[in-house]
């Protein structure tokens, strides 16, 4: 799939709800964002590596995303597709210790390096493609900050965004370090 990147205005744009039942086109845009991701993740791929993806950065102003997260560091894997999802609660700051990318984010982008400050635990409420229902779930850490790096992607927000310019490395009062 062709990724949408800086400088496209679109990557800045908010994403609108998906209508049920979804079409044909719809699906298969949802088995592409699927498909790529997973790509990424194999061995000897050319494609850029990466843990999620949403509709808006193949180009579809829809509200959805993928989450692939591999086993890592005391993480189960997780893949879940969100629909129309809702963040419903938010706890105590975190982020992670050596910063974010994101496949919309070019390297030649500057000024990307940096604690990206988040929320440590998030509940997250939507339509589960693979379940096929309404699903809440609570997710804490690393699974944590990659819904919320997904969920920017809805409102037109990127992880750049959210990196202090000035004080790039320098925590917060309270915040975690993953
Ligand atoms: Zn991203």
């Known amino acids: 799939m062709n990724l949408t990147m800086l400088p496209d205005k679109k990557v800045r744009t ?3 709800n998906l209508d049920f039942p979804l079409s044909k086109e719809k699906i298969d845009l949802i088995n592409g964002m699927i ?3 997973d790509d990424s993740q194999k061995p000897g791929t050319t494609l850029r590596p990466g843990v999620g ?7 579809h102003l829809d509200r959805m995303f993928y989450i692939s997260a591999p086993e890592s560091d005391g993480y189960p894997e997780w893949k ?4 129309n999802p809702v963040i419903t609660k938010k706890s105590s700051k975190a982020a992670l210790r050596d910063g974010e990318g994101c496949l919309s984010v ?3 982008i500057p000024l990307q390096d940096g604690l990206v400050h988040r929320y440590m635990e998030v509940t997250i409420k939507g339509y589960s493609y693979f379940q096929g229902k309404e699903i809440t779930v609570t997710r804490k850490g690393y699974h944590a900050i990659i819904i919320q790096h997904e ?3 809805l409102e037109g927000k990127l992880f750049i965004d959210r990196i202090d310019k000035f004080n790039k490395w320098k925590q917060l009062n309270d915040e975690v370090l993953l």
């Open 106 to 108: 070019g390297t030649e």
């Open 80 to 83: 879940e597709f969100f629909i």
């Open 151 to 153: 969920y920017d992607h």
């Open 53 to 59: 993806i949403a509709a808006v950065q193949v180009g």
């Open 35 to 37: 498909n790529h991701i």
């Open 14 to 16: 908010k994403s609108k």
